[in-house]
Nanobody
Framework: QVELVQSGGGLVQPGGSLRLSCAAS????????LGWERQAPEKQRELVAR???????NYADSVKGRFTISRNNAENTLYLQMNNLNSEDTALYFC??????????????WGQGSQVTVSS
């Protein structure tokens, strides 16, 4: 199990920016695929972005061009830079670390969640 602690989030106006951080403790996450998922009220949890151990990224279509996922293995930390936020981005955001088993991503640990609220 990978222990992950999130920071960041909060209330921001439409068009604003926020950065989420996700720090791992006790485990070297350099070999893991890392990701961000979000859960909005009355909606299914959805993948926001993922970055593998080689730095290859993929994004949900709804955030492409606005969000950037990055990792700093030396700091054992994952980031999500969110720009040009809109109300549809309001959700509880979770980071995770995992591996692929038989082509399926299996999470080995989750952050505690960070609330992002976009409102004027």
């Amino acid at each position: 199990q990978v222990e992950l602690v999130q920071s960041g989030g909060g209330l921001v106006q439409p068009g604003g920016s926020l950065r989420l951080s996700c720090a791992a403790s006790g485990t070297d996450i350099s070999m893991y695929t890392l990701g961000w998922e979000r859960q909005a009220p009355e909606k299914q949890r959805e993948l926001v972005a993922r970055i593998n151990d080689g730095g290859i990224t993929n994004y949900a279509d709804s955030v492409k061009g606005r969000f950037t996922i990055s990792r700093n293995n030396a700091e054992n930390t994952l980031y999500l830079q969110m720009n040009n936020l809109n109300s549809e981005d309001t959700a509880l955001y979770f980071c995770n670390a995992g591996t692929y088993v038989g082509g399926v991503f299996v999470a080995r640990g989750w952050g505690q969640g960070s609330q992002v609220t976009v409102s004027s």
